[in-house]
């Protein structure tokens, strides 16, 4: 037996902005040609198939037309519900799915699997909706925690197994099984500042151990591909929704099962329809530097590292890159001697000339004035002072005395 293993969607996300939806249309019609030459038997779909709760008309439109042209290959289609999924609005229609289609999203159906056969006999498959402790601890012992209720939830697949086993154990006595979660895992490493923490309180990560018991574990949530062991493995998301996952490939796990259970898995590779590049250097060096001229058709989020900021850098920028999405000041950390905080060096201020250069090193990552700045300082604070003595600085039409610095 076959099986394709996807995950997280995220139907619907922007990408800074942009619409994802045409994009991810092409990548998963993409998908489907890979179930169709692969004679693919089974497609799992590990939850956060759409990336809100309330998603939009169109998302819906792209999950059906996906679901039914999946469908439509012959494979059987078993989708679970992620944290970002509203569990109410993606089971609703479960019911009125055409055969083949399955969208499980109650944790009262976790034990009972969906059964697809081959010439070896059955192989059980248990969808984990996304849990909520919060929703659950008063009904499951232990569920406390995204671990607590995992460990439970494949408890239910271990007792549904250990009732079977001998009655339609396949050739060789063995009870195939593969089960499909989306959590944390314990040994992953999270894309930073992309997948929301399913944690009770702290960091909640669910121990590999959990996972015991079946044949293949089909997890969600990491977007980039991981593998935890041989049978537990993240397939992440088949598109880039952020700049740090842009190392990483974007396709999905075919796994075979054989008559004794896993077989092996390997990757197939869907098509990246922008490629994602981040640029650091000196600002002048990237908007008009040969080595960035591969980069001139990619999504690109700039790191500029000159001292000082500059002047509407975003709309410079896309110039060269029309689809620069990001950008942002990022000068060397200088090392200073100075260990004083911005309102210590203003208030040890001596002269207008100290206050105006502690505000330059303030806002400007350490960098003061430089030559020809301090030289233009002192100009403009030397005809202030003249004009102060000439009696000339006027505030609502009376002559003043102005006592006040020029930077506070």
Same mark, same amino acid.
């Given at each position: 037996?076959?099986?394709?293993?996807?995950?997280?969607?995220?139907?619907?996300?922007?990408?800074?902005?942009?619409?994802?939806l045409d994009a991810l249309r092409g990548v998963l019609d993409a998908l489907v040609v890979q179930v169709r030459a692969?004679?693919?038997?089974?497609?799992?779909?590990?939850?956060?198939?759409?990336?809100?709760?309330?998603?939009?008309?169109?998302?819906?439109?792209?999950?059906?037309?996906?679901?039914?042209a999946l469908a439509d290959t012959g494979a059987e289609v078993i989708v679970t519900s992620g944290n970002h999924d509203?569990?109410?609005?993606?089971?609703?229609?479960?019911?009125?799915?055409?055969?083949?289609?399955?969208?499980?999203?109650?944790?009262?159906?976790?034990?009972?699997?969906?059964?697809?056969?081959?010439?070896?006999?059955?192989?059980?498959?248990?969808?984990?909706?996304?849990?909520?402790?919060?929703?659950?601890?008063?009904?499951?012992?232990?569920?406390?925690?995204?671990?607590?209720?995992?460990?439970?939830?494949?408890?239910?697949?271990?007792?549904?197994?250990?009732?079977?086993?001998?009655?339609?154990?396949?050739?060789?006595?063995?009870?195939?099984?593969?089960?499909?979660?989306?959590?944390?895992?314990?040994?992953?490493?999270?894309?930073?500042?992309?997948?929301?923490?399913?944690?009770?309180?702290?960091?909640?990560?669910?121990?590999?151990?959990?996972?015991?018991?079946?044949?293949?574990?089909?997890?969600?949530?990491?977007?980039?591909?991981?593998?935890?062991?041989?049978?537990?493995?993240?397939?992440?998301?088949?598109?880039?929704?952020?700049?740090?996952?842009?190392?990483?490939?974007?396709?999905?796990?075919?796994?075979?099962?054989?008559?004794?259970?896993?077989?092996?898995?390997?990757?197939?590779?869907?098509?990246?329809?922008?490629?994602?590049?981040?640029?650091?250097?000196?600002?002048?060096?990237?908007?008009?530097g040969d080595a960035y001229a591969d980069a001139e058709d990619a999504w690109v989020s700039v790191e500029y590292t000159?001292?000082?900021?500059?002047?509407?850098?975003?709309?410079?920028?896309?110039?060269?890159?029309?689809?620069?999405?990001?950008?942002?000041?990022?000068?060397?950390?200088?090392?200073?001697?100075?260990?004083?905080?911005?309102?210590?060096?203003?208030? %040890?201020?001596?002269?207008? *000339? $100290? =206050? /105006?250069?502690?505000? +330059?090193?303030?806002?400007?990552?350490? #960098?003061? %004035?430089?030559?020809?700045? *301090? $030289? =233009? /300082?002192?100009?403009? +604070?030397?005809?202030?002072?003249?004009? #102060?003595?000439?009696?000339?600085?006027?505030?609502?039409?009376?002559?003043?005395?102005?006592?006040?610095?020029?930077?506070?």
């Open positions: 037996m076959r099986i394709l293993h996807t995950s997280d969607w995220h139907i619907g996300r922007t990408f800074h902005g942009h619409s994802t692969h004679a693919v038997d089974v497609v799992i779909v590990a939850g956060d198939v759409f990336d809100s709760a309330t998603p939009a008309a169109a998302c819906y439109g792209l999950l059906s037309d996906t679901l039914a509203s569990a109410a609005r993606l089971g609703f229609q479960a019911a009125l799915l055409r055969p083949g289609i399955h969208v499980l999203t109650d944790p009262a159906e976790v034990g009972t699997p969906i059964t697809v056969r081959d010439e070896h006999g059955p192989v059980h498959i248990y969808g984990i909706p996304f849990l909520e402790p919060a929703l659950l601890r008063h009904e499951w012992p232990g569920a406390t925690s995204q671990a607590g209720v995992l460990a439970h939830a494949m408890g239910l697949v271990r007792a549904d197994l250990a009732a079977r086993r001998g009655a339609d154990a396949g050739v060789g006595g063995s009870l195939r099984a593969v089960a499909v979660a989306h959590c944390f895992a314990a040994g992953v490493e999270p894309t930073p500042h992309l997948e929301r923490d399913i944690q009770q309180g702290g960091l909640d990560v669910v121990p590999l151990q959990t996972f015991d018991g079946v044949d293949y574990m089909a997890l969600g949530h990491i977007h980039g591909r991981q593998q935890l062991s041989d049978r537990v493995r993240y397939a992440g998301a088949p598109l880039h929704y952020s700049f740090g996952e842009g190392d990483k490939p974007r396709g999905s796990w075919l796994v075979e099962l054989d008559a004794a259970g896993f077989a092996g898995a390997r990757w197939l590779d869907l098509p990246v329809p922008r490629p994602l590049r981040t640029l650091r250097g000196a600002f002048d060096e990237i908007l008009q000159d001292a000082v900021p500059q002047a509407d850098p975003l709309r410079r920028l896309q110039q060269r890159f029309p689809h620069c999405a990001a950008v942002a000041h990022t000068p060397p950390a200088r090392n200073s001697e100075d260990t004083r905080s911005y309102t210590q060096r203003v208030r %040890a201020a001596q002269s207008d *000339a $100290e =206050l /105006v250069e502690a505000f +330059l090193v303030h806002v400007r990552a350490g #960098e003061g %004035a430089s030559d020809r700045e *301090a $030289e =233009l /300082v002192r100009d403009v +604070l030397g005809a202030r002072e003249r004009a #102060e003595r000439d009696g000339d600085v006027r505030t609502g039409g009376r002559v003043a005395r102005s006592t006040a610095p020029v930077a506070t």
